[in-house]
């Protein structure tokens, strides 16, 4: 992963730079992950233009960006697709209005959030876009959602493991957003502190408010580690991605 210089809050990073369990690397300046891009100042506008990024997803939903929109970026392609819609077509709620709950009302809704991340990498059609943006080539590509943390980091689970990136590597890069982020997660448990003192689960559901959680991190990704025996398979069956058109994705990201 490489760190590039924008402020933390953004959790702006590329891909490349992490190992895949052949021996290759991820390129650098092809795969992007982040927050939601209005976040971003106009300092920071400059260096983003020299990215030179060709598509754009972002994983919010309608009503997410309708409230705080991206800035238009002249020549690059954008879309839209919530990556909280089920494959049913209903969008599932993970909404922060629960996050403040204690005692029994708090363990109910952690094992909800928990149950959300177990759905969230499979048949998951935002997903797909990606992914299969991937497979055509459509680099430098940047993915993201509001703080860059739950629906992108699932998503970049998906494409490390496209790549061939080992389950240690996958689950270190979601638990990054806990760096970036650690002002917001520090704020959070300070304004709650006497109760999350007394509360474990209340403390659980402030850092998940603002961070990631190596629980919420393992189930998505035991989802996709156990789905099917192998990456090839996986991403055959459940994306759509042919064994040959996977080498070849392979062949074109690592070095």
Do not use: W
């Amino acid at each position: 992963m490489s760190r590039l210089n924008f402020h933390d809050q953004l959790n702006f990073r590329d891909l490349g730079g992490y190992p895949a369990a052949d021996g290759r690397v991820i390129k650098e300046g092809l795969l992007y992950r982040s927050g939601g891009l209005y976040l971003l100042t106009e300092e920071e506008r400059e260096r983003f233009d020299a990215l030179k990024i060709n598509f754009i997803l972002d994983l919010r939903s309608k009503s997410e960006v309708e409230k705080k929109p991206d800035p238009v970026f002249e020549g690059v392609r954008i879309l839209q697709h919530s990556g909280l819609e089920h494959k049913s077509g209903k969008e599932i709620d993970f909404s922060p209005a629960g996050m403040a709950r204690t005692g029994g009302e708090g363990k109910d809704q952690l094992k909800k959030f928990l149950g959300y991340y177990a759905e969230l990498p499979i048949e998951n059609e935002s997903f797909r876009i990606l992914l299969h943006e991937m497979c055509a080539f459509s680099s430098p590509i940047l993915f993201h959602c509001a703080s860059g943390k739950d629906r992108t980091g699932v998503a970049a689970m998906l494409v490390l493991y496209l790549l061939g990136v080992t389950p240690d590597t996958i689950l270190e890069d979601y638990l990054l957003s806990n760096e970036f982020l650690k002002d917001d997660v520090a704020a959070e448990l300070k304004e709650r502190a006497d109760i999350v003192a007394r509360d474990p689960v209340a403390k659980t559901l402030s850092i998940m408010k603002c961070g990631v959680t190596e629980e919420a991190g393992r189930t998505a990704l035991n989802t996709i580690l156990n789905a099917h025996p192998d990456a090839v398979t996986f991403f055959a069956k459940e994306y759509d991605i042919p064994a040959d058109t996977l080498a070849s994705v392979r062949d074109f990201y690592l070095e």
